[in-house]
């Protein structure tokens, strides 16, 4: 039977180890390597899960939730609040229930749902450049760019610049894995909807009910009586 995959299996395991040890790397250099920052201190560490989190929110539905967990996580020492009315927080959460929407949506079956799926995801994804230049447009407690900003100047150096990429790096790893996964899963189910549907057409013709006329209908030859 064949396998429908985004990547081969050997190209697959190599990307899963991959991103097994780009993480375990990063949590080394999250925690040791990159200097504590000099304002936030070790709060700060956080920024080497939840940006790269936030950057591939705009590519994976589920990653926006994990988003929106770490950024309270990070405000609550930073701001004093695990939540506040943000541009920022409230755009992204924007994001996760389109998204969340978008899902259920999959669930509905019958024609077209593949259309109206197509046409919500762009819908949501209206919401994406908004989440990403809301912290330009208006005045938010979330701080600016630190990489993509005005001046398209990184205002981050050295060894937690280093961090900060390589945990991009890493979770861009995990998302291409999960995303081939999450493929494979897809195309069995759908493969097995088909193998269901070819069984009960095979069990109808077999045991003769093949319409309301029954067997004599699918035997009848048209011989003269």
């Excluded at 990547?7 to 504590?36: E, H, K, Q």
């Excluded at 205002?155 to 999960?178: D, E």
């Excluded at 009848?220 to 009586?225: F, K, L, Q, W, Y």
């Amino acid at each position: 039977m064949r396998e429908d995959a985004l990547l081969n299996r050997r190209v697959a395991t190599v990307v899963g180890w991959s991103a097994l040890a780009s993480l375990a790397v990063l949590a080394v250099l999250g925690l040791w390597v990159a200097p504590p920052d000099a304002v936030q201190r070790d709060a700060q560490r956080l920024m080497y899960l939840h940006v790269p989190a936030a950057w591939l929110a705009y590519l994976a539905f589920g990653v926006t939730a994990l988003t929106l967990v770490l950024g309270s996580l990070w405000g609550r020492p930073v701001w004093g609040i695990w939540w506040a009315w943000d541009a920022r927080l409230v755009t992204t959460a924007v994001l996760f229930f389109l998204y969340v929407g978008y899902l259920a949506l999959r669930r509905i079956p019958g024609p077209g749902r593949a259309t109206r799926c197509a046409i919500a995801a762009l819908i949501a994804f209206v919401d994406v450049p908004i989440v990403h230049f809301s912290v330009d447009w208006w005045r938010t407690l979330h701080q600016e760019g630190t990489v993509f900003n005005d001046e398209l100047k990184a205002q981050i150096h050295g060894s937690m610049a280093f961090t900060l990429f390589w945990g991009v790096l890493a979770f861009t790893l995990v998302f291409v894995y999960l995303l081939d996964k999450r493929y494979r899963l897809e195309a069995l189910e759908e493969g097995r909807e088909e193998r269901e549907l070819e069984q009960a057409i095979a069990e109808r013709v077999a045991s003769g009910d093949t319409g309301p006329g029954g067997a004599g209908e699918l035997v009848d030859s048209g011989a003269p009586r």
